[in-house]
C-alpha cells in the first residue's frame, strides 16, 4: 500500500483510506500507556503517541488474509518528545509456536517517515543477552527474527507510517519490556540535539549496543524491486509462511 494512493496521513497522524480499502478504528496508544517503560517518570496524560490500524486491506483481498492466518496492519507514530526521550511503541515479544522453542516472527516495512527498530533478544532470567538498533527509511523491510522482542522509535520530524505482516491469533508478551521499565537502552535527543542512546540500569549486566542499517539485513523472502509487503503476500502469500 502506497501513501498517497491508498491512503493519506492527516495532521493528527490519523489515516483515511480509499473506499476499497477495509480499515477497522485504530486502537491508540496514549501516554498514559507508556508509562511503565519511559526513560524518565514524568505526569502521565491522554496525549496520543501511535495509532495501530489492525487488519487493513483491500476488499477484494479479504479472502487471502483469513484463509492464511496472516495480518496486515498499519501504525502511525508521531513525531516528537517525552522528555527527552523520543516517541516509540511500548514494545513487546511474541509468544512460542507450538511444540516450537521458537517465537513468532514478524515482518515490517516503512511506509513514509524512519525508523529505530529496536530488537532485543533476552536469556531466561529476563536479562538481556543481545540488542541491535537497524536504521529504516520509505521502503525498506525489517525482519524481526524468532526469540527476538521489539521496539519502535521515530527519530524524525514527521509522523512515522510502517505496516506489517504477522500471524493473527497470537496475543503479544509486553511484561518483559514492563517489567524493566523498557528495553536495555533508551533513545533520546542529547544536550547537542543529537541522538544518543542511554543504557537501561534496571538490567543487570551490560551488553553493547549494535547498530546495522536496513538493508544490511538477511532477508528470509526475496522482495522484487518496488514491491512492498502487501503487494509480495497478495502475489505469493505462501512465502509468509515461516510467519506461521
Same mark, same amino acid.
Given at each position: 500500500?502506497?501513501?498517497?494512493?491508498?491512503?493519506?496521513?492527516?495532521?493528527?497522524?490519523?489515516?483515511?483510506?480509499?473506499?476499497?480499502?477495509?480499515?477497522?478504528?485504530?486502537?491508540?496508544?496514549?501516554?498514559?500507556?507508556?508509562?511503565?517503560?519511559?526513560?524518565?517518570?514524568?505526569?502521565?496524560?491522554?496525549?496520543?503517541?501511535?495509532?495501530? *490500524?489492525?487488519?487493513?486491506?483491500?476488499?477484494?483481498?479479504?479472502?487471502?488474509?483469513?484463509? $492464511?492466518?496472516?495480518?496486515?496492519?498499519?501504525?502511525?507514530?508521531?513525531?516528537?518528545?517525552?522528555?527527552?526521550?523520543?516517541?516509540?511503541?511500548?514494545?513487546?515479544?511474541?509468544?512460542?509456536?507450538?511444540?516450537?522453542?521458537?517465537?513468532?516472527?514478524? *515482518?515490517? @516495512?516503512?511506509?513514509?517517515? @524512519?525508523?529505530?527498530?529496536?530488537?532485543?533478544?533476552?536469556?531466561?532470567?529476563?536479562?538481556?543477552?543481545?540488542?541491535?538498533?537497524?536504521?529504516?527509511? @520509505?521502503?525498506?523491510?525489517?525482519?524481526?527474527?524468532?526469540?527476538?522482542?521489539?521496539?519502535?522509535? $521515530?527519530?524524525?520530524?514527521?509522523?512515522?507510517?510502517?505496516?506489517?505482516?504477522? @500471524?493473527?491469533?497470537?496475543?503479544?508478551?509486553?511484561?518483559?519490556?514492563?517489567?524493566?521499565?523498557?528495553?536495555? *537502552? *533508551?533513545?533520546?535527543?542529547?544536550? $547537542?540535539?543529537?541522538?544518543?542512546?542511554?543504557?537501561?540500569? $534496571?538490567?543487570?549486566?551490560?551488553?553493547?549496543?549494535?547498530?546495522?542499517?536496513?538493508?544490511?539485513?538477511?532477508?528470509?523472502?526475496?522482495?522484487?524491486?518496488?514491491?512492498?509487503?502487501?503487494?509480495?503476500?497478495?502475489?505469493?502469500?505462501?512465502?509468509?509462511?515461516?510467519?506461521?
Amino acid at each position: 500500500m502506497e501513501l498517497g494512493n491508498a491512503f493519506e496521513v492527516h495532521s493528527d497522524g490519523q489515516l483515511s483510506f480509499s473506499d476499497n480499502i477495509y480499515a477497522p478504528t485504530p486502537a491508540v496508544r496514549h501516554l498514559k500507556d507508556a508509562g511503565e517503560v519511559l526513560y524518565k517518570p514524568i505526569p502521565l496524560s491522554d496525549r496520543p503517541l501511535y495509532y495501530m *490500524y489492525r487488519g487493513v486491506h483491500y476488499r477484494e483481498d479479504r479472502s487471502l488474509f483469513l484463509d $492464511n492466518d496472516i495480518r496486515y496492519d498499519i501504525t502511525v507514530i508521531l513525531p516528537g518528545l517525552i522528555s527527552h526521550e523520543y516517541i516509540k511503541t511500548v514494545g513487546h515479544f511474541h509468544p512460542l509456536k507450538p511444540q516450537s522453542s521458537e517465537t513468532y516472527p514478524e *515482518y515490517y @516495512e516503512v511506509l513514509c517517515g @524512519e525508523a529505530l527498530y529496536i530488537l532485543q533478544k533476552n536469556n531466561r532470567a529476563g536479562e538481556v543477552e543481545e540488542i541491535i538498533t537497524v536504521e529504516a527509511k @520509505e521502503g525498506d523491510k525489517v525482519f524481526i527474527p524468532p526469540n527476538y522482542g521489539h521496539i519502535t522509535v $521515530n527519530p524524525g520530524e514527521n509522523p512515522l507510517v510502517m505496516a506489517n505482516l504477522i @500471524e493473527s491469533n497470537f496475543s503479544s508478551i509486553y511484561q518483559p519490556f514492563t517489567d524493566k521499565r523498557g528495553a536495555a *537502552y *533508551y533513545c533520546i535527543k542529547g544536550e $547537542n540535539g543529537k541522538r544518543e542512546f542511554v543504557k537501561n540500569e $534496571n538490567y543487570r549486566n551490560s551488553i553493547g549496543l549494535k547498530f546495522m542499517a536496513a538493508p544490511s539485513l538477511d532477508q528470509p523472502i526475496k522482495f522484487e524491486p518496488g514491491q512492498g509487503l502487501y503487494g509480495t503476500f497478495v502475489q505469493n502469500p505462501k512465502i509468509f509462511d515461516i510467519l506461521k
